[in-house]
């Protein structure tokens, strides 16, 4: 079984800063791409960054020069930076991992439950 647990948000003011985290756990044999999403109310899911086992890193137009997103792989750990925090970041961030767990020869996404962010002075 596997586990992806954020923790991190929370209520911040405009143009202060915010780090998540998310720790996965369980049976897993090798973690590929781990990245962060987000959905705000009436709005889909988006990507926001996505980092690979190897530390390259991409990033929604939207946050680049302000988030910077980075892992631990030797603690199943990846993390994201806000900074500059804007009332548009407002939303439920989502931890995701692409993962191979044993005895399995394929890799899944699996989904964290959630963080709120709200940004709001």
């Known amino acids: 079984q596997v586990r992806l647990v954020e923790s991190g948000g929370g209520l911040v003011q405009p143009g202060g800063s915010l780090r998540l985290s998310c720790a996965a756990s369980?049976?897993?044999?090798?973690?590929?791409?781990m990245g962060w999403y987000r959905q705000a109310p009436g709005k889909e899911r988006e990507l926001v960054a996505g980092?690979?086992?190897?530390?390259?890193?991409n990033y929604a137009d939207s946050v680049k020069g302000r988030f910077t997103i980075s892992r631990d792989n030797s603690k199943r750990t990846v993390y994201l930076q806000m900074n500059t925090l804007k009332p548009e970041d407002t939303a439920v961030y989502y931890c995701?991992?692409?993962?191979?767990?044993?005895?399995?020869?394929?890799?899944?996404?699996?989904w964290g439950q959630g963080t709120q962010v709200t940004v709001s002075s």
């Open positions: 995701n991992a692409d993962l191979r767990t044993y005895g399995s020869s394929t890799y899944k996404k699996y």
């Open positions: 980092i690979t086992s190897g530390g390259s890193t």
């Open positions: 369980g049976t897993i044999a090798n973690i590929n791409t």
